[in-house]
T-cell receptor
């Protein structure tokens, strides 16, 4: 099973760009890389997903190098409301068609004014 | 449209009691997941359903934990003879397909406290 490693915590200031890198050395060929955001007392929320190169949506960008052993979530111009825990996960699709999701400990991002 | 809902939101149980936690997934979603999240930790996978079939229960910590989804929609996670170490937030998520590239939609969780 592919596991992930992320920094435990990061601090930033409002308006800055934040990059959170995740390592997943054992990623399988068919695995996708997904990032979730979690606020206190809420369930995680999907942010972005990618397989290789770069993906961008309205809230973030995801950079994946050619070897796919790591990925970087980029949050442009963060605000106080971006203070949350960010999880990087790699999908493990079972032969039976299921999908076992492995969350790590996540990265606690604290945005300061 | 309604998202994933869970009930109760909070549950306090005495050690040794049985509890049942309910999850109402998004209508039409094929896949349903249960997770356990301890304080300060990431969610830990418990079990996975595709429609009514439980395809993976490898994350259930003991045989005191049992999950079902008899009609392929609502799911119940049951914990028998609760122990203090069962105290956690139990999250339910659903997804339309359940493949490795399918977004999971999470409920707010049920916070279980075992005294």
């Amino acid at each position: 099973l592919a596991k992930t490693t992320q920094p435990i915590s990061m601090d930033s200031y409002e308006g800055q760009e934040v990059n959170i890198t995740c390592s997943h050395n054992n990623i399988a060929t068919n695995d996708y890389i997904t990032w979730y955001q979690q606020f206190p007392s809420q369930g995680p929320r999907f942010i972005i997903q990618g397989y290789k190169t770069k993906v961008t949506n309205e809230v973030a960008s995801l950079f994946i190098p050619a070897d796919r052993k790591s990925s970087t979530l980029s949050l442009p111009r963060v605000s106080l409301s971006d203070t949350a825990v960010y999880y990087c996960l790699v999908g493990d699709t079972l032969n039976t068609g299921g999908f076992k999701t492995i969350f790590g400990a996540g990265t606690r991002l604290f945005v300061k004014a | 449209g309604a998202g994933v809902s869970q009930s109760p939101r909070y549950k306090v149980a005495k050690r040794g009691q049985d509890v049942a936690l309910r999850c109402d997934p998004i209508s039409g979603h094929v896949s349903l997941f249960w997770y356990q999240q301890a304080l300060g930790q990431g969610p830990e996978f418990l079990t996975y359903f595709q429609n009514e079939a439980q395809l993976d229960k490898s994350g259930l910590p003991s045989d005191r934990f049992f999950a079902e989804r008899p009609e392929g929609s609502v799911s119940t996670l049951k914990i028998q003879r609760t122990q203090k170490e069962d105290s956690a937030v139990y999250l339910c998520a659903s997804s339309y397909y359940g493949t490795g590239r399918d977004e999971q939609f999470f409920g707010p969780g049920t916070r279980l406290t075992v005294l």
